[in-house]
Each structure stands twice: as structure tokens, then as C-alpha cells.
């Protein structure tokens, strides 16, 4: 089976919102299991990610991409990285090197100045949302001499907001953040509330000055066919998940 990456127009550069299509892996992590730190069994994941290696024409070292911690943490890069740093972004100037997040309902962000040659991936969840990992991605290129105004942003693959079923403690956390934060929440079954977490996203990037961002539009949640997603897993009892992979290069 092939791989079956999802592509934006908005990003000029080679990337992919790889799907679980076309992987070696098999049972729970049927599909592209790109996540080394998942249970699945290590050979499966390492066919995997050379199979993205090579979708995206760089070699398996030059796949890089970090020990993700819901942080606002990012690293430059310049080519291979011998140990991954605990960060949740990268970005890089450096042809040839293409980075990577990985991610099972969180946002996957890939950036792009296309004019300066700067690109960037960041790992969102709520809580590098929140924190500012988008924000600091984009500072990030700039100091690479990205223009904010010039970057194109584009979330992948996520959880939607019908599928994000959260507590009155995790909307209080948003509006205590801002009052105004409550839009990004519509009511659900009693105290429940449905969050809108790519909608928060691209705000965060408007906010910033990106010039252009957009969501896919794909849920990850709801197409079990497609895309893996903690979430789904959890309901379901499942002892562990894959994770889908995203990836840029100059």
C-alpha cells in the first residue's frame, strides 16, 4: 500500500500530512506508525519512518524531530540531531533537512517563508497552544530572517471540535487565560463543553501576524481508516496508539 500524505497549495516547499496509509505496522498500530516511543514493535516503526524519509527524498538522519513535551520549546536546526531535545517545534534554513512533529489529535503545524527559505513544525495541543508554541515558532523564523507578514501556517490533521468533549475546569483554564477565549466553546451534554481546538489555533497564528493560515479540515478522531487519534483509542480501551507523522523540507 502506498503512502497517502495530505498536501496544502498554501506551502510551496515539499511536506506531508502523512496518514496511517502505507505503513509496516500491525494490530492497534496498524498503518505509519512513526512514534518510537509507542509500544509497537521498533523494526515496524523504523520501516515506517524511512518510508517517510524517502516520500520526502532526504535520508533517514535527516528526518529529525524532537522528545515532544506539550512545551513552547523550539530548536533551530541544522542537520542531524544525534539526541532529540525535549521540545515541542523546529525550525530550520538548512536545505536538505526536513522536520518533523508527531501527533494522535494535537495540532501539526508546518510553517513556511517561502521568499526567506524558512521553515518551521510545531506540535500543538491545547496546552502548547495555550503556552505559545505557535508564537515561538514564528519568533523563531524571524531570527532565521523569516518575515511574519511572508509565513504561510497550515494545521493538519486534528481533533474537531464535535469530537473534543472537555470539563468545566479545562473551559475555566481558557477564560481565565481570556474572557474572550469562551468562543472557542460551544456547550455539550450537561456540564460538558465541546472545544474548538484548530479554530484556537489559527487564531494564535492570526494573532501573531502569520499571513496566511489554514486547517486542513481533517479530523482525526472521526476517520479511524486514516488517522490515528488518542482519543478514539482511549473510548475504545485500547492499550496504546500510533502516531502520525508531519513533515517540511527546504
Known sequence: MTLDPITSAALPQRHGFFTRKGGASSGIFAGLNCGAGSSDQSEAVAINRARVAAAMDVPVDHLVGVHQVHSADVVAVTGPLPVRPH???????????????LTA????????????????????????????????????????????????AVIGPCISQRAYEVGPEFFETFTTEDPAYSRF?????????LFDLPGFGLHRLRSAGVGQAEWTGHCTYHDPERFFSFRRTTHAGEADYGRLISVIRL
Do not use: N
Open 87 to 101: 521540545a515541542d517545534a523546529l525550525v530550520t534554513a538548512t536545505p536538505g533537512v526536513a522536520l518533523s512533529v
Open 105 to 152: 489529535d494535537c495540532q501539526p503545524v508546518l510553517f513556511a517563508d517561502p521568499e526567506a527559505g524558512v521553515i518551521g513544525a510545531a506540535h500543538a495541543g491545547w496546552r502548547g497552544a495555550v503556552d505559545g508554541v505557535l508564537e515561538a515558532t514564528v519568533d523563531a523564523m524571524e531570527r532565521l530572517g523569516a518575515a511574519r507578514a511572508r509565513m504561510r
Open 185 to 193: 466553546f460551544v456547550t455539550g451534554r450537561g456540564d460538558r463543553m
